[in-house]
Every structure is written in C-alpha cells, then in structure tokens.
C-alpha cells in the first residue's frame, strides 16, 4: 500500500493514498483516520473522513454527503465506473460470441443441425441471465474491485475454451454445448456491475450512472458483432479463423483484471440484501414488470444473438459477398443502436412517464414486427436490415423507460409503500427488485432463440414465432395499460 506525500491545498494534510501515482512510498499497516483524507478535502463535523485500508478498501464511503463527493468521492466514483464499463463491455462480448461463430461453423466443417445451432445461441443466455442472481451479491461479499477481478478474468475461461473448441471439427456437440455455457459467465457480470456502482454514487446522479454503466456493456455486443466477423476472415485467404474469435479478446480481459486490481476500490460500505430480495419476491409489481423487462431487454438480447443467424438464412448469397462478411458484419447496427436507445428511453420516460414510454415501445415493436414478416416476400435485404433496427431501437427506449418505472413503483405502490414503510426500506426493495428483475429478463435471450427453433421444426419457417413475439408485445403492452396507465390506477399511482 502507498501513500501520497503531497501538501493538500488549504487544508494541511499531507498524506493520501495514491492511485497510479509514482511519486509514493512503502506503507504498513491500516492506515489512520488522521492519514487518510485525499488531496483538496475538507474534513466535515457530521461525517467521518474515509479511511483507506489495505487492499484497497475505503471505509466510511458516503456519497449522499456532498462535501465529501465534491472534494473526494466524485473522482473515486469515476475511476470506478469507467473500470467497471470496460469489464462489462468484455463481459457482453463474451457472451454473445457463439451467436456470431455459430453461423461460420458449416464453412469450418461442422455438421451441426439448426437445432444445434439455435442451442449454441442460447445456451449463454440461459446460464448469464440465472448467473445474474448469485452475481448480485458477489459485490457486498468480497469488495466491488475484488469481485471485478475474478468476474473479468473468469472470462478467459470461455474465451480460450471456444478457441479450442472450434479449431476442431470434430468437436463433440456436447463439449461445444458445455463451452457455450461457459460464455454465461459473460452476462453474470452485468448484474454485480450495476450492484457495484449503486453504492458509489449518490441517489441524485444514481440514475445517469447507471444508465452509463448499462449502456457501456450493452455496446459490447454490437462491437463483438462488428470485430469478430473481419478478424476471423482477415488473414484466412477466404476460409475462416474461427479461434480468433475468441483469442483475440485475451489481452483486453487481462488489461480489464489489471485495471480493476489497480484502480479500482472496495467499500466496506456495500451490504448485501437478502433479506430485501426476499421481501421483493413477494411484491406482485416484481413480477409484471419482470414481465414487461422480458419483453424489452429480453427482445433486446434475444435478438442480438439471433440477428446474425437470420441475416445468413433470409439472405444467404447476399451474405456471402466479399469474404463472406459484408451483411454478418452489419449485424453489429441491431445492438448498436439498442444500446444508445436504451438511456434516450430513460431520459423520455422522466418526461412523459416510463408506463406511457413503454406502451408506446411495444406498440412500436409490434408494428415494426409485423411490417417486417409482411414485407420478407420482397427479399429486400436492406428493407429487412432497416425494419430490424428499429425494431433494436423500439427495444431499446423501452428498456430505459422500464427500467426507469420500477424505483417509482417501489416507491410509491409497493406493499411495503401502501403500508407506511420507511424511504429506506422502499429504497432497499427497489434496489434488490432491479436486480432480480435484470436477471429474469436476460432469460428472454433463452426464450427468442429457442421458440424461434420451435417454429422452424414444426413449420419450416421463422414467420409462425414472429407472429408469436406480436402476440406477446400486444399482450404486455395490455397489461402495462391496465395496471399502470388505467385512469383507476393512475390515481393511486400518480406519474410512474
């Protein structure tokens, strides 16, 4: 541990810990209260100053005290967040690698059926969106920078193993199944990020951090959509280099546990809440909103893992211009413009309301969708590319409005609410209700694959499952209305 001989301007402190500053020296021990202020603090009567600890560990963290964050916690918090995006961007472009290989694998020599395949796409969402439980309390019981690190570098496991994997044609279907699990490790990390970050910013900035840190790995599905394509064709002389796939994001996932064990920080502040799980549970708004998040992140993912898949069976010589790249690598448009839609919808649903924002989503997605079936008969490939992304985009402003609507309802509507429970209380279930929420919804990159493998083997045809998705989105765009929007519910509920 190092400490920061540098005079604090205007308060005469002299020693802080140094994050990356060369200019330290050894330091053994706990550091002492008097020791511990950061350059340009001031010590405050109604809080302690933080204590920094070995390993990195900052005790009496209190981002609601805004002397503290403008002289201290501010910068803390940032580093911290921009290290947690980079490893939850890894984390998503881990788990949406077997969605862009899958496609490649008949021309590598597989003989996988489309069954096969659909299972290699969504076995990585079925262990992501289940690993998001444990995940969320990962945080509180090791420390945000120590969990960080074993979450990134726990990615190296899928990341060499679909390396060695597809470098075989004869690969059992079982081993490729098992590995392709192994990618859920990816999704896990989404939720001990954002449980991460909800403890180092204030309620009043809570908000657009979150946004920020969601977004940020949301990305990394459109730029493992973009790069894989190029890099396991650029140097293959018109094969394909499937390893790469997966050995090319290596040095960026050590670089990601490197920053994390180098920059990052534990709080002793950060408690688990199980307690305030279980008390979600059993909140009936938990589970219709669980339901509304499946049809707007789930469609989100969903179709970010299949999108590709399509491409190459709706228009399969357009797809195999060039190298074979030139319509897979657009695919990367889908969750792109999901992603930058998703904080928009947030910021619109503060204005209108996230229920209106997201009755106005899934009318959106139905219509969308049902203009894409209708108009497949033209094989247009650009019309089809165009109706997805804003099927992508539908997808991604419902997300935010969602995501928004849930901490109103907790506090406004919940039965801890309607029956006198304190702000904190209604704070903690909103807390573990996002969480448990985020996890069900990922189930819906499970869901879209495999009822879309459904209706080919019984049909032979992909239309049958669409019409099915439009059937969903009228039916939860239905159940928003009633229970939020009803002018009934609307008085009891005011704005949400």
């Known amino acids: 541990m190092t400490v920061d001989r540098t005079a604090d301007a205007g308060t005469g402190n002299s020693l802080d810990l140094a994050a990356g500053d060369p200019a330290t020296e050894p330091w053994h021990g706990s550091v002492p209260a008097a020791l511990s202020a950061h350059p340009g603090s001031t010590r405050t009567t109604d809080a302690p100053a933080l ?17 503290q964050w403008e002289s201290q916690g501010r910068a803390i918090a940032k580093r911290n967040l921009y290290w947690s995006i980079f490893a939850e961007f890894l984390g998503f472009v881990v788990w949406q690698l077997w969605s862009i290989v899958v496609v490649q694998l008949p021309s590598a020599g597989f003989k996988f059926s489309t069954s096969d395949i659909f299972w290699l796409i969504s076995m990585p969402s079925l262990v992501g969106a289940t690993l998001r439980i444990p995940y969320t309390f990962m945080v509180p019981r090791f420390g945000g920078r120590n969990w ?17 994997c597809v470098s075989n044609p004869g690969t059992p279907f079982g081993v490729m199944l098992l590995v392709a699990a192994l990618a859920g490790f990816g999704g896990g990390n989404f939720a001990s990020s954002m449980s991460n970050i909800t403890f180092f910013y204030p309620a ?15 990305l990394g599905a459109a730029v493992a959509q973009l790069a894989v394509p190029i890099a396991i064709t650029l140097l293959a002389a018109g094969a394909v280099n499937l390893p790469m796939a997966g050995l090319m994001w290596i040095p960026l996932i050590l670089l990601a546990a490197f920053g994390a064990y180098k920059y990052m920080d534990n709080l002793t502040s950060a408690k688990g809440d199980v307690a305030g799980s279980l008390a979600a549970l059993k909140e009936p708004h938990l589970w219709i909103m669980a339901l509304l998040y499946i049809g707007t992140f789930g469609s989100f993912i969903g179709f970010a893992g299949v999108f590709p898949k399509l491409i190459k069976d709706y228009f399969p010589a ?11 690598s657009l695919a990367f448009l ?144 239905l159940v928003c209305w009633a229970c939020y929007l009803r002018p009934a519910n609307r008085k009891v509920m005011g704005h949400v």
């Open 51 to 67: 204590e920094v600890r070995p390993g990195r560990w900052i005790a009496n963290w209190d981002a609601e005290n805004k002397e």
């Open 148 to 164: 960080t690190i074993v979450s990134a570098l726990l990615l190296l496991i899928p990341s060499v193993g679909l390396a060695m």
């Open 204 to 218: 009043r900035e809570k908000g657009w951090a979150l946004g920020l840190n969601a977004a940020g790995g949301n």
């Open 318 to 328: 357009f797809s195999s211009i060039g190298v074979g790249t030139v319509a897979l």
């Open 334 to 477: 889908g969750p792109l413009v999901g992603s930058l839609a998703r904080p928009y919808g947030g910021r619109m649903a503060d204005r209108m309301g996230g229920a209106r924002m997201t009755v106005t989503a899934f009318a959106a997605m139905a219509i969308i969708t049902l203009t894409m079936v209708w108009t497949l008969p033209l094989k247009n490939f650009w019309l089809f590319l165009t109706l997805f992304l804003l099927l992508f985009t539908a997808s991604g402003f419902g997300n935010g409005a969602t995501y928004r609507m849930i901490p109103v309802i907790f506090a406004t509507s919940s039965r801890a609410a309607l029956s006198g429970a304190s702000v904190v209380s209604t704070q903690r279930l909103a807390s573990s209700a996002l969480g448990l929420i985020s996890a069900i919804g990922a189930y819906g990159g499970f869901v879209i694959p495999q009822v879309l493998n459904a209706s080919n083997t019984a049909s032979g045809s992909y239309t049958p499952a669409f019409y099915g998705f439009v059937g969903a989105y009228v039916v939860m765009l």
